[in-house]
């Protein structure tokens, strides 16, 4: 009896370290941006601030563009967001409830563009963009990824999932496809958006290479490219570089603080049927 208790308590315990392991490096960070230059040059570092410095942020905001580089990860963020959460959820509802020959051959080539690296296509992109001008645009940051296979097989997978008794009597009362794709299916799959949306939004605040090679202004830089630009100022100031990835950090954590709900039961929709 008594091992069947801590067992339990045992496995919490080896949780909790795992966690604290894995979440080691983001707590350092915004301990350290919080530091002076001569903490955070002592070795070993120590793990919490004897002051909170706000020098850092001040200096990373006044020396830096740092809030130009987040308006514009924002913007681009957002509108790749947008714009594959309409189109995949289009596409996902003609391949889930439309019929029409050659659907199942071309949902399989649909798919099979997800083996194909990204790095493939960045030539060609770039040619493209190049061509019609948009070097140092949002639309050249924007237009390449407001569509991808994997919004329309997540949402797919989803809209399958719905009980058909809905559209026969939607059909019954007379709605078309239009008023079922937005009065039945996008309200019933706000889980599998959500999902979606906190998905791409956070790839692509992450994305470094394609706004690296497409933008020269200073002025069209995402926040990425101005956490490396932070890394070669300042005679390498880690106190002060760590200060603007933590300014950085905040707009993804706020997201997942907001999203994490959604997130999980996206996530978990359809893992359990009855």
């Given at each position: ?13 080896l ?9 080691y490096?983001l ?35 006044s ?11 924002f ?42 690296p ?39 997978q ?11 009597a939607?059909?019954?009362d ?6 079922n ?94």
């Amino acid at each position: 009896m008594i091992a069947k208790r801590i067992a339990p308590s045992l496995n919490y315990v080896l949780l909790i370290v795992l966690a604290l392991v894995v979440l080691y490096p983001l707590l350092f960070t915004v301990s350290s941006s919080f530091m002076t230059e001569k903490e955070v040059s002592n070795f070993p570092p120590p793990l919490f601030p004897s002051q909170l410095y706000l020098e850092n942020f001040k200096n990373a905001i006044s020396g830096f563009p740092i809030v130009r580089f987040i308006l514009n990860s924002f913007i681009v963020s957002s509108g790749i967001t947008i714009s594959q959460v309409i189109t995949s959820s289009l596409a996902a509802y003609a391949f889930s409830f439309l019929n029409f020959k050659g659907k199942k051959v071309l949902f399989a080539v649909f798919l099979s563009t997800m083996m194909i690296p990204w790095e493939v296509t960045i030539i060609p992109n770039y040619l493209t963009i190049k061509n019609w001008g948009w070097m140092d645009s949002y639309q050249g940051l924007i237009v390449p990824f407001m569509a991808g296979a994997f919004g329309v097989f997540l949402l797919r997978q989803f809209f399958l999932q719905l009980p058909n008794e809905l559209f026969d009597a939607a059909k019954i009362d007379g709605c078309g496809h239009l008023r079922n794709f937005y009065s039945i299916v996008l309200p019933l799959s706000r889980p599998a958006l959500s999902t979606l949306a906190v998905y791409v939004f956070l790839t692509h605040w992450n994305h470094y290479l394609w706004p690296l090679l497409i933008t020269n202004r200073a002025s069209m830089r995402t926040v990425q490219i101005g956490v490396a630009m932070l890394q070669h100022a300042e005679v390498m100031s880690w106190n002060l570089i760590l200060a603007g990835v933590t300014i950085v950090l905040l707009p993804s954590f706020l997201l997942l603080a907001l999203g994490v709900k959604q997130l999980v039961r996206g996530i978990t929709a359809g893992a359990v049927k009855g």
